[in-house]
């Protein structure tokens, strides 16, 4: 299981009222991304942060130079996709691109991104970790609660 491990925490012990937090997410895989983005605003709304943005873009490969944008002025980035293994390397490179530049835009601007891209084998692996009625796992809120958690430990560190 994906989730074995796993802290136990709870977005609503945070206090985000005064951060603003973007949230970038892919289109692809409706159904996916729609439990990832409301498991998303589920633990901001939880973290009581108090400015969201929410943008739009066509898929993963697009969500770093998007994320990187938004990292201007936001206090912390959400990033959320969906890249399904299918026949060719397209899987290998658009995962590898995802990772890569979403870990670039964090270390490059020095504010957190919750990596909230699901890379599955099948769509039932993703939806399982979409958040969704009878999923196991809400991959959305994590990576959410991940990027508050650690926006609100920079601040505190004065960095």
Request: include cysteine; aromatic fraction near 4%; charged fraction near 20%.
């Amino acid at each position: 299981m994906s989730g074995h491990g796993a802290p136990v925490t709870n977005a609503g012990e945070l206090n985000g009222e005064n951060l603003t937090v973007a949230v970038v997410a892919a289109s692809w895989h409706d159904q996916i991304m729609d439990g990832l983005l409301d498991g998303t605003r589920r633990a901001l709304t939880d973290a009581r942060v108090g400015n969201v943005v929410e943008v739009r873009v066509p898929g993963s490969f697009e969500l770093p130079v998007a994320a990187r944008r938004l990292a201007e002025t936001a206090d912390a980035v959400v990033a959320l996709g969906v890249v399904i293994r299918g026949g060719t390397p397209h899987f290998d490179y658009v995962c590898s691109a995802a990772t890569t530049g979403l870990t670039d835009v964090s270390v490059v601007t020095g504010k957190p991104v919750g990596f909230g891209v699901l890379t599955c084998d099948t769509e039932e692996q993703g939806l399982d970790r979409a958040g969704l009625e009878g999923s196991s796992e809400d991959k959305g809120y994590e990576a959410a609660e991940a990027a508050v958690r650690t926006a609100l430990t920079l601040r505190e560190l004065g960095v």
